[in-house]
């Protein structure tokens, strides 16, 4: 991972999790100062930990959307993928032990399409 992703995935944290505490020290001392109604603190502090919750909603979409497209762009095979594989290696085993002599009944799985090429 590169070092400027790194810092920028530390960078998005820090500004998005702030703890309702740290919200609520920071309205208290505007309380303090009378530069904020103690009426309209609670109002405050609610609203700041809601834009809090957004931000990192966007935030986490926005770097699963990147993991993605990184991943994506490194050819990373998907669950489907792996899965699809798994159950194909599956089928040919049982072919394989079939060939060998091991008879086991077939199945309508055991039937693996095959691909021409030319």
Request: proline share 3%; net charge negative; hydrophobic share 40%.
């Amino acid at each position: 991972m590169s070092d400027l992703f790194k810092k920028a995935i530390s960078l998005g944290v820090g500004l998005t999790i702030v703890s309702k505490e740290k919200v609520e020290k920071v309205v208290d001392e505007l309380v303090k100062r009378g530069e904020l109604a103690p009426s309209e603190s609670k109002a405050l502090v609610d609203r700041l930990v809601e834009r809090g919750e957004e931000e990192r909603g966007t935030f986490k979409a926005a770097v699963h959307e990147q993991v993605q497209k990184v991943l994506k762009e490194l050819k990373v095979p998907v669950q489907g993928d792996i899965a699809g594989l798994e159950s194909r290696i599956a089928v040919l085993e049982r072919r394989v032990a079939e060939l060998e002599g091991n008879t086991a009944p077939r199945t309508q799985e055991d039937v693996v399409p095959e691909t021409h090429t030319e």
